[in-house]
């Protein structure tokens, strides 16, 4: 867990965002028991409803998964999950919009995936 929350942000969504990078890079495996509320609570001084909002919403999409007086678990579908709905929002995001500047300025596509070769090799 990282020590630092960001005040621009909403701290639950932080707090689901550190997990979700924890399950992505493979520091948290599935089937792996994650910190309860009352942990992050407790690590971050905060109250443990907002800790509880972000895991709560982990549990929604499937990630982690609650086993009644044991604790949050990592699904086992938990990662794939995660990179495909990852990818979507990338793809939203960055490149959608990359895209769309593309052809403003008659970048063909053959030059585009190039400028994408160019930088991934620098």
Known sequence: MKNLLD???????QIKEQLEDSIIDGSIKPGERVPSTNEFAAF?????????????ELVAE??????????????EKAKEILVEKRKKTFYENYMLPLISEAKKLEISADELL?????????
Do not use: H, Q, S, W
């Open 44 to 56: 971050y001084n905060i109250n443990p409803a907002t800790a509880a909002k972000g895991i709560n």
């Open 114 to 122: 190039e400028m994408i070769k160019r930088g991934n090799e620098e």
């Open 62 to 75: 499937e990630i982690l998964l609650k086993k009644r007086g044991v604790g949050m678990f990592v699904t």
């Open 7 to 13: 005040d621009n942000r909403p701290i639950f969504l």
